[in-house]
């Protein structure tokens, strides 16, 4: 366990300040803000700046302590505070009261990146932020998560936009005593250390832990002054460019990560890996497993994959992670020749079924490492089945075993001040805390007029922030000649306020509002329903397309019959995103569909009354309806696929359409009372129905009980008698696949139903260990169906199978064989297949 937190301050803390340390710790912070004005109090310029209570605290001088400590109204405030926390830590959960049997090993979390905190620089965008919104609802709902991650020493660029408009990448020095982490020390107070082993020598990986709440974080560090250089510096930067250095990173977060957990004693009831990054923690599971029981590979790995949950996050196969297969084989040889596996068995578990390739795919490890696989929304769960088609040849799309959790935002630390205290008074104070059953704004007590005030207050917070921000780039830039608009000064506290804010590349489409600039710029300068645009994002350092995107966006800014009607916020980070989805009135999301996994930008002004105009993609598929929003080519499907530019020009001109003839006119649509009544309509169906729904507390309340718990029993099913059954079966089946085949095929009308019949014949197999299954697809005469047959009797190798279906023509039905044993996953731990020809 970590030692305790005054141990690692610079000095030590008066008596009457005895838990500031503790409280400034707990990331709990971040989106719980009563201790703001304790850190303000202490250093309020630090505060402003940083955000990050711990350096607050390390930057204070002794004598400042000292005085704080003589403060009477200061140490009320602290013991209002403590006593708070405490009474946190102490609550009852929704998991405790629910689950309170359950998942008693803990869920085992591992992420390449993880988004707490601006001042926690470790992540780079949506997966990160994910993450970190995960964690923070997970300790809200009580459910046990031990996370698992890297410490960065640099982490994601930070960005400036120089007077040419060209993204300039900065890359400053985390300093992790300066980061609200400590380092995890165990019994002996020694620095907890675990080592991964690299060809010709060993790493050390430091690790430090952060608090979230309930939860922890685990961070692994190669910056150990014994590691040699080049070491030291596996973990500088996230996501590395160098193919080799990302691969060492995945096995420092992967081998160092779970062989962390065992030496802490943990041994979890389920492990949750985000992406392929961290497929190599469920290998080093298998590894463990193996050297602790004796069991083969394929034993263990039955073993263990039940209570491993693999989440999908990426919508086209060009992302997943790809290692050359000679690099593999350098890196991985030793280390599989203790398990017993050889060099292409493994290979063949990074690549498609019976094809070789030169790429070691990691997603494709991950999936045949779990025992359940998840996309992170419907549409989502269709591009996935697409994806990894390849390894379920011959499985028709609806059978390809991806489930989907939408993904969702942690709601508390994206609502403002103001939309907080409404929603306080509407749903009280732990809202966001249980199951959400009774979250509404009802009209008698939160009126028109309320919601309209908490929206301008919203949108003046937003002007002044722009304008700070603006004048600090014009200063260091000289951005343009006229410094009014240059500075925000021309930004109207009243105008429709347009967010489009995310990471710049081309499928994300952010220059579609300039595929027509003259229809652009009327909307901007219209004098009675003027319209403005905010715009923040990073292009990735090696993404050319992406920083010409923010050129051309720039070079727009810079024109004078614009009239500082557009601005762009250099360095987009965790604080600015809060600004923004804070203050705009609608939140622009224009992505290539289906390229949007889920986008859950647009979730985050949800809580704060701002309205979503998106491409109808991702969680906005499933969302949008005509009262909350608006949906940009809502006949998209997967059947017009647009991987292209094919309808670039066709979702601009409706992205305009919706703009002029909806979404302006809806905003300055005045009353008598001087009141938007049908905007404030919208505001209100959006925030009721769909904040509650979007939120990282639906998420992880779904992710508990329709993956967590339920894997946990299936883990617990497969002991090492049931395990060995298993190879057994599936070896025997591996032998005597290649000699089953079909016989005849008939039907016998009854009623309205067909009795068909169909002859198989199995040699020696036991039919126990095989399914006959009976598919139609759907068609004129009804809907998709698969239904089971049952077995009767055999001579001479031949079984006879019976069912009854829906009356269709014959050649509609097709049977098939699969596995039969219902302690599999199928077809994920077992795809074989055999249709009747």
Known sequence: MPAPAGLYLHWKLPGELTGLADLALDLRWTWHHGSDVLWRTIDHECWDATHNAWLVLNSVSGKQLLTLAEDADFIALLTAQLAAYDEFCQSATWFGAAYPETLKGQVAYFCMEYGLAACLPLYSGGLGVLAGDALKAASDLGVPVIAVGLLYQQGYFRQEVNTDGEQVEFYPYNDPTMLPLMPLRDDQEDWVRVAVDLPGRSVRLRVWIARIGRCRLLLLDSNDPRNEPKDRGITSELYSGDSEKRLQQEMMLGLGGWRLLQR????????????????????????????????????????????????????????????????????????????????????????????????????????????????????????SRHIFSDLFPQWPLDDIPVDYVTNGIHTPSWDSPEADAIWTEACGKNRWCGSLEKIYLPSVSISDERLWEMRSKQRHRLIRF???????????????????????????????????????????????????????LRLLND???????????????????????????????????????????????????????????????????????????????????????????????????????????????????????????????????????????????????????????????????????????????????QFYIPMEKRRQERSAQHTQSLVLQLQQLQKQWPLLRFGLMDCVEHGDNLEVSVQVYMDELDPGLLKLELVADESEYGGRVVMEMRGEHAMSGNYLFRCRVPIRPLEHYTPRLVVGDCRLNLPLEDPRILWRS
């Not at 193996?290 to 790995?301: I, Q, V």
């Not at 593999?328 to 017993?340: A, C, K, T």
């Not at 030169?358 to 490492?369: C, G, H, K, T």
Request: aromatic fraction near 10%; charged fraction near 25%; proline fraction near 3%.
């Open 466 to 520: 722009l304008r700070g921000r603006l004048h600090t780039q014009h200063c260091e830039h000289g951005n343009g000649t006229n410094a009014e608009a240059s500075c925000g000064l021309l930004l109207d506290n009243e105008a429709l306020t347009l967010g489009f804010a995310r990471r710049f590349t081309d499928y994300k489409r952010p220059d579609l509002l300039l595929r027509d600039e003259s229809r652009l």
């Open 527 to 705: 004098r009675d329903r003027p319209l403005q645009v905010v715009m923040a994002g990073k292009a990735h350092p090696n993404d050319l397309h992406g920083k010409a995107l923010i050129r051309r966006w720039k070079q727009f800014i810079k024109r004078s019959d614009m009239h500082g009607r557009v601005v762009f916020i250099d360095d987009y980070d965790l604080d600015v995103a809060t600004e923004l989805i804070q203050g705009v009135d609608v939140w622009l999301n224009t992505p290539r569909h289906p390229w949007e996994a889920c986008g859950t930008s647009g979730m985050k002004v949800l809580v704060n009354g701002g309205l979503n105009l998106s491409q109808f993609d991702g969680w906005w598929a499933e969302a949008w309806r005509p009262d909350v929003g608006w949906a940009i080519r809502r006949d998209a499907s997967l059947f017009r696929l647009s991987n292209s530019s094919e309808y670039d020009e066709e979702d601009a001109t409706e992205l305009f359409t919706l703009l002029e003839q909806q979404v302006i006119p809806g905003f300055y649509d005045f009353d008598s009372a001087g009141l938007p009544r049908k905007w404030l309509a919208m505001i209100r169906n959006s925030m009721e129905t769909l904040t509650p729904l979007y939120s990282a507390n639906r998420m992880v309340r779904e992710y508990t009980e």
């Open 264 to 383: 802490m004693g943990i041994q979890p009831s389920v492990v949750h890996i985000n992406e392929g990054h961290c497929a190599f923690a469920l290998l080093e599971q298998i590894r463990a497993l193996c050297n602790a029981t004796g069991m083969g590979f394929e034993a263990a790995r039955l073993a263990t994959r039940a209570a491993n949950l693999f989440t999908t996050h990426t919508s086209v196969a060009s992302g997943f992670d790809l290692f050359p297969v000679k690099l593999i084989s350098q890196y991985f040889s030793d280390y599989l020749r203790e398990v017993g596996l050889g060099l292409d068995d493994f290979l063949q578990l990074g690549q498609a079924g019976g094809r070789f390739s030169d790429d070691f795919n990691m997603s494709y490890l991950a999936i045949r490492l779990s025992g359940r696989l998840n996309a992170v929304s419907r549409v989502h769960q269709e591009v």
